[in-house]
């Protein structure tokens, strides 16, 4: 058998590093997500975004990019689609006319509450393999992790102390 034709390849030597690790937690976030949410066609930013405008309606799409730490590219992507679909309306501010305020429609209202039990499931899925004491000192470790680099992305999420409880 050529080794190209072999499936596993072990390098153990990167299986400890914090970015691969994160990577593949990523991986299994996403994937976790989109099944359990797959009746409803949506995306993590996606769910993200709804949530936030449900949340902070009439929001400006730059206060929905600081808010999940999307760069300004990804937010208009994910916007642009969310509108199409009629899950939000984008209206121009009435306050400053160069920026827009967005909030859910009566299909993306029901949508979010729709997916609240779906969204909450994956949670509890992501957390289950650890006890009630490892998830939250899991959620706090990645806390302090993200905190300790928020100034190395470029769009890092405005998300205040108080916020998290």
């Known amino acids: 058998m050529a080794k190209s034709d072999r499936n596993d390849y072990p390098v153990p030597e990167i299986y ?24 409803h066609d949506l995306t993590p930013p996606q769910y993200g975004a709804l949530t936030v405008v449900a ?3 009439p929001i400006s799409q730059i206060g929905l990019a600081r808010s999940l730490g999307f760069d300004r590219s990804t937010t208009a992507l994910v916007v642009d689609l ?8 984008k209206t121009p501010d009435t306050e400053d ?11 993306g209202k029901k949508l979010v509450q729709a997916c609240t039990i779906e969204a909450n499931a994956v ?6 393999p650890f ?8 959620i706090r470790l990645l806390r302090k992790f993200n905190d300790a680099f928020d100034g190395v992305s470029k769009a890092p999420p405005v998300v205040s102390k108080k916020a998290r409880g």
């Open 131 to 138: 006890s009630k004491q490892e998830a939250a000192e899991f």
């Open 16 to 39: 400890d590093r914090p970015g691969f690790q994160i990577r593949r937690a990523h991986q299994n976030s996403v994937s976790t997500f989109l099944e359990k949410l797959k009746p």
């Open 55 to 57: 949340r902070w309606a």
């Open 123 to 128: 949670r509890e899925a992501l957390l289950a």
């Open 82 to 89: 969310l509108v199409k679909r009629k899950l939000i309306t």
């Open 97 to 107: 006319r160069r920026k827009f305020a967005l909030t859910l429609t009566p299909a």
